[in-house]
């Protein structure tokens, strides 16, 4: 399982060090003038529209345009270049086409940029021509949209909570009223009492009754007795029976994780198949639970949730779930590097399997051919990972009995098939049947 | 009289018990020493581990068995070379096992680049992860050393896939993803 990640942990340094591109103070001092030359420097045929699809098909897998990723933030790219630097849009161009050989040719920033992002190599994109990339350009141009500030709003959520605390102020006040109402007709009672008593009248008292009361006649008949007993009894051993059996079974079980993460977001609504993560499962006997560095592969570049949310689950909780994971593998989102300082990540165990009996994933998943789901349930729906079947000895020997063996198109069983079919006379054959049910096969 | 509220009482306790079980708690056991191992667990956390984590990684220099090694390193230069030198190991189609390449593409692949290679993955199509290039991409011009090594150690924002696949399987799929290519540019 863990076999390589050491080498993939040196790819994770290679773009240590390498700092925000350096601002230079004129820049600054200069913004005015390039406010006047981005105007004057785009035609009317530049397309800032067709850029951004331009940039999200070619370029945004290494840049952003506010945030450092493989490459630098892009956003003004071109006015900082000519005010920084005095490049000109040639240079974009040939850099874009091509930057290796720009590199190659010993351009001063060429190679300066180059080594500042530790030879990171930028894609050569002989394809795009001039309109291309001056439609990406005026993209990159574009200003920084103003945040949008959220109206807060006031009245019906504001007005619930207030509705909910004088719903219990009211009831706290019913609640005095009516004690002080029994107070006083106590009161009243005793003092109604006292007053009979010392004016000698009296007041009528109960009669004892001669009648058996029903109870004890049910108790003086015998066999009432006998029957209701019995019932109790076995009652109270189906209660017993049901309390012992559920011993050491954790149907339903569904631990807090360390981190929230959903397998309703990522196998359910982004459909990454369950094998990506748990890759061991095709060829060992666990499942395995994803190491970090698979995380990462997504989320490096995925630094903010934009799904759906829900009352129970915002976007900020998502997002900091997710800051919880760089905060584990000591990924830096600001400066786009790995700070070395790791945390492991305590993942709860849910399922387990008692130590004296033997599951193997690679056989039931790879071999058998059965679906995650038939033991796992509904995983792609879930937000917080459940036990979802009972795991016990029952469960799967009436699966063994019930599942027939996939032999076709399997080497494996062409001999085995033939003759257990002979012997059973049957054409299909259940796990039973091939020996699913041996205790030594599942005990040792 | 008094056995019926005995009884009462037991059942009472018993039912309380079994409805007290709660989700976020493992539920008891019989005989705990026989149900938890002695050896160390797979994912266990032990004292005498680094971190206390079982699962460790191998010491550094160390080859698997069945895997061999591979020399080319993690940077441009590396990437350049493999693109130059790095040749697979299958010498006819005829012992490419397509189906595999394929299956295991569409696991650890097609979630980014779409199961055509176009650059067009569930993810790319929701907008989560943008730039994914197409196979066919001319200035990227992959051939089977660049993609190997792609696949080894990851490319700028694409991670690695060495741990999910053992060297076979990256052949595989590098052979899958040189017949997507070839089927794109046709």
Known sequence: MNKKYKKVDSKFYLIKNSKFFPCISLGKLLLPLAFIFTISSFGQDADPVKGKALFNSNCAACHKLDKKMTGPALRGVEDRLYNDEGLDREWLYKWIRNSSSLIKSGDDYANKIYAEYNGAAMTAYPQLSDDDLNNILAYTAQEKPAPVIKAVEVSPTGGNTSNGISNEIILGVFAFMFLLLSLGLFVVNKTLRSFAAQNNIQLPTKKKSTRKPLWKAFVDNQFLMLCSAIIMLLVSAYFVYGFLMQIGVNQGYEPVQPIHYSHKIHSGDNEIDCNYCHSSARVSKHSGIPSLNVCMNCHKSIYEYNGETTEEYSKEFYDAEIQKLYKAVGWDDESQEYTGETQAVKWVRIHNLPDFSYFNHAQHVSVGGIECQTCHGPVEEMEIMYQYSPLTMGWCINCHRETNVKVKDNQYYEKIHEQLSKKYGVEKLTAAQMGGLECGKCHY | ?186
């Open chain 2, 1 to 186: 009289m008094k056995n019926i509220f005995k009884i009462l009482i037991i059942t009472l306790v018993i039912g309380s018990l079994i409805s007290c079980n709660s989700k976020d708690s493992r539920n008891y056991e019989y005989m705990p020493n026989m149900y938890r191992s002695i050896p160390y667990d797979t994912y266990g956390e032990y004292d005498n581990f680094v971190d206390g984590n079982s699962a460790l990684i191998p010491p550094e220099g160390t080859i698997a068995r069945g895997y061999s090694l591979f020399e080319f390193e993690n940077n441009t230069a590396g990437y350049e070379l493999a693109k130059k030198q790095l040749k697979s190991p299958f010498t006819s189609s005829a012992e490419v096992d397509i189906k595999t390449g394929k299956e295991l593409y569409n696991i650890y692949c097609a979630v980014c680049h779409g199961s055509k290679g176009a650059g067009q993955g569930i993810l790319v199509k929701r907008e989560k992860i943008l730039g994914i290039p197409s196979y066919s991409d001319v200035g990227r011009a992959i051939n089977e050393g660049s993609i190997y090594h792609t696949i080894y150690y990851g490319k700028n924002s694409m991670g690695s896939y060495a741990g999910q696949l053992n060297e076979d399987e990256r052949w595989l799929v590098t052979h899958y993803v040189l017949k997507l290519k070839s089927d794109l540019e046709n």
